[in-house]
């Protein structure tokens, strides 16, 4: 599908634009989970604003930032390409029907960060309950410490069944099942935009 590539900028401009730490410049404070000028209609000026995001996110995620140091960045990729199969009606209705699933395709350096973030929240999950069930707001409470606010935290389900997904500013969607098992991994945005993955379909 030729569809990713602008599921790709959406979703950077997603991750991006969330989160509202204060920064205090030459100029006064601003707000770092906005954008600083008009929204960006060019490679160069998408460029500027994944810059200023992994900036903004290495002075918040200075453990994740220095994991992360030796590799480098890399353009958003499109679809990846194989050798073409010969068409399948069943399969390509199914594929169809499952666009909506399809989640951006990470870099190396965007695959680290976010494993990274994977890792550091598995822990304190795994240190302040284990990895059973676990109420919502003891989850919330968790992630909040380590830095996620509520504004770029969605909290879903209840018992063995609660999840969650993290927009990360700078980063790639973090999300994650309590369980048991517990289970945390970073991915990109979905097509349809978002962290949490969309359910429905035709």
């Given at each position: 599908?030729r569809?990713?590539?602008?599921?790709?900028?959406?979703?950077?401009?997603?991750?991006?634009?969330?989160?509202?730490?204060?920064?205090?410049?030459?100029?006064?404070?601003?707000?770092?989970?906005?954008?600083?000028?008009?929204?960006?209609?060019?490679?160069?000026?998408?460029k500027?604003l994944?810059?200023?995001?992994?900036?903004?996110?290495?002075?918040?995620?200075?453990?994740?930032?220095?994991?992360?140091?030796?590799?480098?960045?890399?353009?958003?990729?499109?679809?990846?390409?194989?050798?073409?199969?010969?068409?399948?009606?069943?399969?390509?209705?199914?594929?169809?029907?499952?666009?909506?699933?399809?989640?951006?395709?990470?870099?190396?350096?965007?695959?680290?960060?976010?494993?990274?973030?994977?890792?550091?929240?598995?822990?304190?999950?795994?240190?302040?309950?284990?990895?059973?069930?676990?109420?919502?707001?003891?989850?919330?409470a968790?992630?909040?410490?380590?830095?996620?606010?509520?504004?770029?935290?969605?909290?879903?389900?209840?018992?063995?069944?609660?999840?969650?997904?993290?927009?990360?500013?700078?980063?790639?969607?973090?999300?994650g099942?309590?369980?048991?098992?517990?289970?945390?991994?970073?991915?990109?945005?979905?097509?349809?935009?978002?962290?949490?993955?969309?359910?429905?379909?035709?």
């Open positions: 599908m569809r990713l590539p602008l599921a790709v900028a959406a979703g950077l401009l997603l991750l991006t634009a969330c989160g509202t730490e204060r920064v205090t410049s030459a100029d006064g404070p601003q707000d770092a989970g906005s954008p600083s000028s008009a929204r960006p209609s060019t490679a160069e000026d998408w500027k994944a810059d200023e995001a992994r900036a903004k996110h290495d002075r918040k995620f200075r453990d994740v930032a220095a994991r992360c140091t030796d590799v480098a960045p890399s353009a958003s990729a499109g679809p990846t390409g194989g050798a073409t199969e010969p068409s399948n009606p069943e399969a390509d209705r199914y594929r169809e029907n499952h666009a909506f699933k399809q989640q951006a395709p990470l870099g190396p350096e965007q695959q680290c960060r976010g494993d990274a973030h994977a890792d550091r929240i598995t822990d304190a999950l795994r240190e302040t309950g284990g990895p059973g069930p676990s109420d919502e707001q003891h989850v919330r968790v992630l909040e410490k380590l830095g996620y606010p509520a504004e770029v935290t969605e909290v879903y389900g209840s018992g063995q069944a609660l999840g969650f997904s993290i927009s990360v500013p700078g980063a790639p969607c973090v999300s099942g309590v369980g048991p098992p517990l289970n945390v991994e970073a991915h990109g945005v979905y097509m349809e935009g978002g962290c949490k993955e969309p359910q429905g379909g035709h």
